[in-house]
């Protein structure tokens, strides 16, 4: 069963760091790029960052929203069939819930993070205080 879990959420103060992971289960994660998005009550979701796949020739780039450059990196470990979000300096604009998907399309040989985006996760809740 293909399915994609975030982890690591929770309510920090301003300024504080977290990082969120995104385990994947039934597939290889490798195959396809990666995004999170994030959607804050009474807003549209919003794309944060994503990451290529690891085959293609874009293997290990990345991308990110203007909002968060600087602030997220995002990574990922084959091993453990994971990808994370490590956010820093966080602010209260941050709190949103972050989702995790993958690319419907796996080894698309060029990052957009306005692709399709499929498989998204439950979803972990950041919220940030002032």
């Known amino acids: 069963q293909v399915q994609l879990v975030e982890s690591g959420g929770g309510l920090v103060q301003y300024g504080a760091s977290l990082r969120l992971s995104c385990e994947a289960s039934?597939?290889?994660?490798?195959?396809?790029?990666v995004g999170w998005f994030r959607q804050a009550p009474g807003k549209e979701r919003e794309v944060v960052s994503c990451?290529?796949?690891?085959?293609?020739?874009?293997?290990?780039?990345?991308d990110y929203a203007d909002s968060v450059k600087g602030r997220f990196t995002i990574s990922r470990d084959t091993a453990k069939n994971t990808v994370y979000l490590r956010m820093h300096s966080l602010k209260p604009e941050d709190t949103a819930v972050y989702y995790c998907?993958?690319?419907?399309?796996?080894?698309?040989?060029?990052?957009?993070?306005?692709?399709?985006?499929?498989?998204y996760g439950p979803g972990t809740q950041v919220t940030v205080s002032s």
């Open positions: 998907a993958v690319d419907g399309l796996a080894f698309r040989p060029n990052l957009d993070c306005h692709v399709e985006f499929v498989h």
């Open positions: 039934g597939f290889n994660l490798s195959y396809y790029a």
């Open positions: 990451i290529s796949n690891v085959l293609s020739g874009s293997n290990g780039n990345t």
